[in-house]
């Protein structure tokens, strides 16, 4: 079977993605969800600036659906869909609900994809699909057949969080198609700057973190965010969003070890299952791109 490059390229930055507990966690305790994602996104545009308005010009010249778009990744999927998901974990003191209910997000954008992009997912992507779905339900909870789901607030900003990720995964491959990555990369940091700010306002919360919270914000922003989103769009260039949104899912595997690994916490004989039936399906999916969905035009040159 051909491996396609591409989809190896966004499972590795999901991969990276995962790491995210080993900084984010940590902060969690001293420094609100708003004020990291802000931060975030201020060492991100900075290290972005040279891009800006290359990106600005390519996106404006494409037109409004494009801009649309763009503001959709950064606005929606990069800042809201973070704050949201933070909250729901270490605001309200629930880490069981918005693992269950963040389960559905491949299938907002496999929805998604269908609808904006006009992907029709081939027959063999549904062994895939059906297997991703079990396998991360197995990975995420630890009782996977007496599942526990409470709290109206948690469990809205979990699947807020989960439908804005699963359509930042199909506006960002409908970006990919017309612009350059490093573009989208830079479009997607661009507009998340703004929604991150007018969240401090709406949430009422600092900007700032203290010296040191902020030097681990820059390092979390240097590896999950500008490192990670940048092979992410590269590949996402040459790969469909349905297939993409199941590579992600390299993301939670790498996330459960880290959890592991680092932190000590324990997994029931469901969950190692789960891994590696998550990681098997992410490393068996990097087949030809049309093996999984119907294939797309060529991209117009920006």
Same mark, same amino acid.
């Given at each position: 079977?051909?491996?396609?490059?591409?989809?190896?390229?966004?499972?590795?930055?999901?991969?990276?993605?995962?790491?995210?507990?080993?900084?984010?966690?940590?902060?969690?305790?001293?420094?609100?969800?708003?004020?990291?994602?802000?931060?975030?996104?201020?060492?991100?545009? %900075?290290? @972005? /600036?040279?891009?800006?308005? $290359?990106?600005? =010009?390519?996106?404006?010249? #494409?037109?409004?659906?494009?801009?649309? &778009?763009?503001?959709?990744?950064?606005?929606?999927?990069?800042?809201?869909?973070?704050?949201?998901?933070?909250?729901?974990?270490?605001?309200?003191?629930?880490?069981?609900?918005?693992?269950?209910?963040?389960?559905?997000?491949?299938?907002?954008?496999?929805?998604?994809?269908?609808?904006?992009?006009?992907?029709?997912?081939?027959?063999?992507?549904?062994?895939?699909?059906?297997?991703?779905?079990?396998?991360?339900?197995?990975?995420?909870?630890?009782?996977?057949?007496?599942?526990?789901?409470?709290?109206?607030?948690?469990?809205?900003?979990?699947?807020?969080?989960?439908?804005?990720?699963?359509?930042?995964?199909?506006?960002?491959?409908?970006?990919?198609?017309?612009?350059?990555?490093?573009? %989208?990369? @830079? /479009?997607?940091?661009?507009? $998340?700057?703004? =929604?991150?700010?007018?969240? #401090?306002?709406?949430?009422?919360?600092? &900007?700032?973190?203290?010296?040191?919270?902020?030097?681990?914000?820059?390092?979390?922003?240097?590896?999950?965010?500008?490192?990670?989103?940048?092979?992410?769009?590269?590949?996402?260039?040459?790969?469909?969003?349905?297939?993409?949104?199941?590579?992600?899912?390299?993301?939670?595997?790498?996330?459960?070890?880290?959890?592991?690994?680092?932190?000590?916490?324990?997994?029931?004989?469901?969950?190692?299952?789960?891994?590696?039936?998550?990681?098997?399906?992410?490393?068996?999916?990097?087949?030809?791109?049309?093996?999984?969905?119907?294939?797309?035009?060529?991209?117009?040159?920006?």
């Amino acid at each position: 079977m051909k491996r396609s490059f591409g989809i190896v390229v966004v499972a590795f930055a999901a991969a990276l993605w995962g790491l995210d507990a080993l900084i984010r966690g940590p902060l969690a305790s001293t420094t609100t969800p708003a004020t990291i994602v802000f931060g975030e996104h201020l060492v991100l545009v %900075v290290l @972005t /600036l040279p891009l800006a308005a $290359g990106a600005l =010009a390519a996106v404006f010249r #494409l037109g409004w659906r494009h801009l649309l &778009a763009a503001v959709a990744v950064g606005a929606g999927a990069s800042a809201v869909a973070t704050i949201l998901f933070t909250e729901a974990l270490f605001t309200h003191n629930d880490f069981v609900t918005p693992v269950v209910l963040q389960k559905v997000q491949p299938v907002f954008a496999v929805l998604g994809a269908m609808v904006v992009l006009d992907e029709r997912p081939g027959r063999r992507y549904v062994p895939y699909f059906v297997a991703a779905l079990a396998g991360t339900w197995f990975m995420g909870v630890p009782h996977p057949f007496h599942p526990e789901a409470h709290g109206l607030a948690t469990m809205s900003y979990a699947l807020g969080a989960a439908l804005l990720w699963g359509l930042g995964t199909v506006f960002g491959r409908y970006l990919a198609r017309d612009l350059r990555f490093e573009h %989208v990369t @830079t /479009l997607r940091f661009l507009f $998340g700057l703004p =929604a991150s700010a007018i969240a #401090l306002l709406v949430l009422g919360v600092p &900007a700032f973190a203290s010296w040191h919270d902020s030097g681990w914000i820059t390092v979390l922003a240097l590896v999950t965010g500008f490192a990670a989103m940048f092979l992410y769009y590269y590949g996402l260039r040459s790969t469909p969003a349905v297939a993409a949104t199941l590579a992600e899912l390299a993301f939670p595997v790498t996330a459960v070890l880290v959890g592991y690994l680092k932190f000590g916490q324990t997994l029931s004989g469901w969950q190692w299952f789960g891994v590696a039936l998550t990681s098997t399906i992410v490393a068996l999916l990097p087949a030809r791109p049309q093996d999984v969905a119907a294939p797309i035009g060529a991209p117009v040159p920006a």
